[in-house]
């Protein structure tokens, strides 16, 4: 009996009991960090987890990945690290059974409720249902229906992010074909009219877009959907890669005009692609995110030729993310300091990369003074802000969160406020 009192007493402290919020200074634009959920399990990631978000230093968490199942629901890739694993704060929130990443996201919200937690559908390995999908009216409609289930479920969750890799598109195990074009506005359409029919006018929604114009001219219509969006992030990295066979930057944010890849690749930076979407297509500046890489990629067997830009390689560069030159920023910054390697910074493209003559290996990354100066384009451009693929990609000191913040905040302390 004494039990039973006392965890009802723990109920009522909980929802009486004030909790103040964290002040915070006022931040001029969209700072959105992708969290993968998978990060927890590894040492490549910090095993990093929800309590590790900077939430003081960002407006918006993307939780990666959530997929579409094959009878069209929204469904999480992995159910027992988001809904299961007991984190630091599920003891706290056991009354109404919720553990796993989104019993750590209920709690923060609480601290910090001015962070919108949206969840990411998609992505480079989840995207194998959409066609099928957005197909059918009946078939979009199962799929809008579950997520507007979800988010009654979960009221602290604050939107949808569709991360369609691609519409359009075929590849291995990704459909794609010349009627996602206009499904994908529909999609994108009757997810705001459902949002709005079920009270949800304040919830989100946000895509994923290519920096390729070839994913997009004849694929897709942003002209028309971008009326239905909150904001649009530009995946202006992965530019350039280990599958082709000359190195370059992968995140460049100008042209370098000696690129000898011909005139579609020096088309591949940020001032180009930006320029395309708002140019094109009429997206209005401030709904325009813009990516920046917290990880590089790399080429290996690097010809002998100048400082290895531009030079001809094969093959991806060793690193800790896959195998195609993928190491996190702070990885990065240990190889910087060892022996045989050179680091540049490439006076036109404004981006740094390293270089290892004898070993042949090659390196483009983002790096806080190239950050700093796409911060001052988001500024200087009024665009809508940043996103961070990804955010467990940081060094242990914050480098790099640390920089867009100081870009983008104001010394502006919110008063402390109080959940009742």
């Not at 997009?216 to 280990?242: C, R, T, W």
Request: negative net charge; glycine residues 8%; hydrophobic residues 35%.
């Amino acid at each position: 009996m004494q039990q039973i009192i006392s965890y009802v007493m723990t109920l009522v402290l909980l929802v009486l009991s004030p909790i103040s919020t964290v002040a915070q200074k006022e931040i001029d634009k969209h700072i959105v960090a992708y969290f993968p959920n998978w990060a927890t399990y590894s040492s490549q990631y910090k095993y990093f987890s929800v309590g590790d978000i900077p939430w003081d230093k960002v407006t918006v968490i993307n939780h990666a990945f959530f997929k579409i199942s094959d009878d069209f629901q929204l469904e999480s890739t992995d159910k027992l690290v988001d809904f299961e694993k007991e984190f630091a704060h599920s003891d706290f929130w056991r009354f109404d059974k919720l553990k796993g990443h989104f019993g750590e996201y209920k709690y923060y919200k609480r601290l910090y409720p001015d962070v919108k937690v949206i969840i990411s559908v998609g992505g480079w390995s989840e995207s194998g249902n959409f066609h099928q999908m957005a197909l059918t009216a009946e078939n979009r409609k199962k799929f809008i229906d579950s997520c507007i289930g979800f988010l009654k479920k979960y009221p602290f969750i604050d939107g949808i992010d569709i991360d369609w890799e691609y519409p359009g598109i075929s590849r291995e195990d990704v459909a794609g074909s010349f009627e996602d074009k206009e499904n994908f506005t529909k999609l994108l359409k009757e997810i705001r009219v459902a949002y709005n029919s079920n009270g949800m006018e304040e919830k989100l929604l946000t895509i994923a877009i290519p920096a390729g114009e070839d994913k997009v001219i004849g694929k897709q219509e942003p002209n028309k959907y971008h009326q239905y969006l909150d904001f649009i992030n530009l995946m202006s990295y992965d530019m350039h890669g280990a599958w082709e066979n000359r190195t370059n930057h992968h995140s460049p944010i100008y042209s370098n005009p000696y690129d000898q890849a011909g005139s579609y690749s020096r088309r591949m930076n940020l001032h180009a692609v930006v320029n395309f979407y708002m140019r094109r297509y009429g997206i209005p500046a401030e709904k325009l995110v813009v990516g920046t890489p917290f990880y590089s990629r790399g080429w290996k067997n690097v010809d002998d030729e100048g400082n290895g830009l531009y030079a001809r390689a094969s093959g991806g560069a060793p690193s800790i993310l896959g195998n195609g030159g993928e190491n996190p920023y702070w990885k990065m910054k240990k190889l910087e300091g060892l022996s045989g390697y050179t680091k540049y910074r490439d006076k036109y493209s404004r981006v740094p990369y390293l270089y290892n003559k004898e070993l042949g290996y090659f390196y483009s990354y983002e790096d806080e003074i190239s950050l700093s100066e796409r911060a001052d384009y988001i500024n200087i451009n009024n665009l809508g802000g940043i996103v961070i693929w990804e955010i467990t990609g940081d060094d242990f000191e914050g480098t790099m969160i640390n920089t867009i913040y100081e870009k983008f905040s104001r010394n502006i302390v919110k008063s402390n406020e109080y959940e009742k």
